[in-house]
């Protein structure tokens, strides 16, 4: 059963999710939050996979909360998902850097709310992959480069070409048709770049990628 917090200061908006999520068979609401503060509180004393975390909230933002509920120790398997609108909010690239995991558009269409829940909570690709890779390009262009490009050094030359990969926004099995690969071997080798270098997921991959200078914004695998 994965377990999903919302936080989000619009009550019409937590129902809305509320009701997609409840309809779910794998699936339960464990918490709702209207503040930063309140989101923080419940992940953890509810502990959730998934926490669709709005932007812009009262008494602590999502970055605020992002970087709070990232750094809480026992909760390394929660995985925070930023909810913003199309027009890319000024926090997102900062919320990827404190730690989330990925996006959702607040126009996202009901079907891919709950994939993206279900991806989140696997930790093993991009969300919703149209928007996200647009998302993904701009917020690359905010990022600063601060991770030094030696950082990489610890891995194999075929781990850099599949990061390269995961940073275009390739899935597993993209990835192993590009390389002539099986996609477990593919998988292997994003486990073992993620495990190397500390990342908790895909997208924490891709800020790495980004921010150590493998790729740059406008790219294209």
């Known amino acids: 059963m994965i377990r999903v917090l919302l936080a989000d200061d619009q009550a019409l908006i937590r129902a809305g999710f509320a009701a997609l999520v409840a309809a779910e068979a794998d699936m339960?609401?464990?918490?709702?939050?209207?503040?930063g503060k309140d989101a923080v509180e419940l992940a953890v004393r509810t502990r959730p996979d998934v926490v669709l975390m709005d932007v812009r909230m009262p008494e602590g933002d999502g970055l605020w909360a992002t970087r709070r509920i990232v750094g809480t120790a026992g909760l390394e398997h929660c995985h925070v998902v930023v909810v913003t609108t199309f027009e890319l909010d000024e926090y997102v690239a900062e919320a990827?850097?404190?730690?989330?995991?990925?996006?959702?558009?607040?126009?996202?269409?009901?079907?891919?709310?709950?994939?993206?829940?279900?991806?989140a909570a696997a930790g093993d690709a991009l969300l919703s992959p149209g928007p996200t890779r647009r998302l993904l390009e701009r917020v690359a262009a905010g990022l600063r480069r601060?991770?030094?490009p030696e950082r990489l050094s610890v891995l194999t030359d075929r781990e850099r070409e599949v990061l390269t990969l995961v940073a275009g926004g390739l899935t597993n099995?993209?990835?192993a048709e590009r390389l002539f690969l099986s996609p477990l071997t593919a998988k292997t080798h994003v486990s073992r770049a993620m495990g190397k270098l500390g990342a908790r997921d895909r997208v924490q991959l891709v800020v790495l990628a980004y921010e150590t200078g493998l790729v740059a914004p406008g790219w294209q695998p």
Do not use: H, M, Q
């Open 146 to 148: 601060t991770e030094a």
């Open 28 to 35: 339960t609401v464990v918490g709702e939050a209207a503040t």
């Open 173 to 175: 099995e993209e990835i």
């Open 96 to 119: 990827v850097r404190a730690g989330a995991s990925g996006f959702l558009v607040k126009d996202t269409e009901p079907r891919e709310l709950l994939r993206a829940i279900r991806v």
